[in-house]
């Protein structure tokens, strides 16, 4: 079973602060995704790194692919409250296109 | 170009009745995904759909079911339900038949008493 694991689950900082979500697998993903979900809403997708070691940077967030493609990470710099939320890393290892498999998040929070 | 709809948003249900869910794609998506989300397991995939035919199951039991129609719009459907059926259910759509980017509906949350 391909399972991605999230850390930390939950994360509560101050306004400005920095901070950064992993994603991790034993598999290797064809493409893994990060989603951002908030109360009452359905996931939104942020991005999708494809290339081993590829970088994208969305604004202020910064979005890595490890280079065997089993990892990914989330860096936020200088974070707002607009940031609050869940984030999600999600990924294809190749099955069937609709079947995404999702780590259980991390539950960011900023304070003002 | 309107979102993935998903009717209705709440439901509240007795033990032992049965649910029908809606889900209506962005406009030309062909690719419909069903997802639960609970706070315990996170999202775990039901079933996929690509023009009418089911191309993926996920590990539910068979009181989950679900199907597509010509328009795209897809349904699914548990019976029997049970306390531990309550969650968030989530549709998501697909550009194209490879597209992995997905396009989610708000969701219908279901509580079962």
């Known amino acids: 079973t391909q399972l991605l694991e999230q850390s930390p689950q939950f994360l509560s900082i101050q306004e400005g602060e920095n901070l950064t979500v992993y994603c991790n697998s034993s598999?290797?993903?064809?493409?893994l995704q990060w989603y951002r979900q908030e109360p009452g809403e359905g996931p939104v997708l942020l991005v999708t790194?494809?290339?081993?070691?590829e970088v994208k940077k969305l604004k202020r967030l910064t979005f890595q692919f490890g280079d065997a493609r089993k990892d990914s990470s989330l860096h936020i710099t200088a974070a707002q409250p607009g940031d609050t939320g869940l984030y999600l890393c999600?990924?294809?290892?190749?099955?069937?296109?609709?079947?995404?498999?999702f780590g259980k998040g991390t539950k960011l929070s900023v304070k003002p | 170009k309107a979102g993935v709809t998903q009717t209705p948003r709440y439901l509240i249900k007795t033990r032992g009745q049965q649910v029908t869910l809606s889900c209506s794609p962005i406009?030309?998506?062909?690719?419909v995904s069903w997802y639960q989300q609970t706070p315990g397991q996170g999202l775990q995939f039901l079933f996929e759909?690509?023009?009418?035919?089911?191309?993926n199951k996920g590990n539910f039991p068979g009181r989950f079911s679900g199907r597509q129609f010509s328009n795209s719009r897809s349904e699914m459907n548990v019976s029997t339900l049970e306390l531990g059926d309550s969650a968030l259910y989530l549709c998501?759509?697909?550009?194209?038949?490879?597209?992995?980017?997905?396009?989610f509906g708000q969701g219908t949350r279901l509580t079962v008493v």
């Open positions: 999600a990924g294809n290892y190749g099955g069937s296109q609709g079947n995404l498999i």
């Open positions: 598999s290797v993903f064809s493409s």
């Open positions: 790194v494809v290339t081993g070691g």
């Open positions: 406009s030309g998506h062909r690719s």
């Open positions: 759909y690509f023009s009418e035919t089911q191309r």
């Open positions: 998501a759509t697909f550009r194209d038949s490879s597209n992995t980017e997905a396009f």
